[in-house]
């Protein structure tokens, strides 16, 4: 899963280069969308993944 949220900010950037390098408003902000949506969903694993082990821990603890 990691890697596919990697791919999707590696294409996110690619597009946000193109309009930096170009000076197009659209663009960059068009290929800011999915970096920040990869990042914020790549948070949202990391805390199912920190629950989950606090779920364990609890389990093996009682």
Do not use: K
Not at 10 to 23: D, E, T
């Amino acid at each position: 899963m990691i890697r596919r949220l990697l791919a999707m900010a590696a294409v996110g950037l690619g597009i946000m280069a193109y309009g930096l390098v170009r000076v197009e408003p659209w663009p960059s902000l068009f290929g800011l969308t999915p970096i920040i949506v990869s990042q914020l969903w790549q948070i949202d694993r990391f805390v199912a993944v920190y629950e989950e082990g606090l779920r364990r821990a609890a389990a093996a603890g009682s």
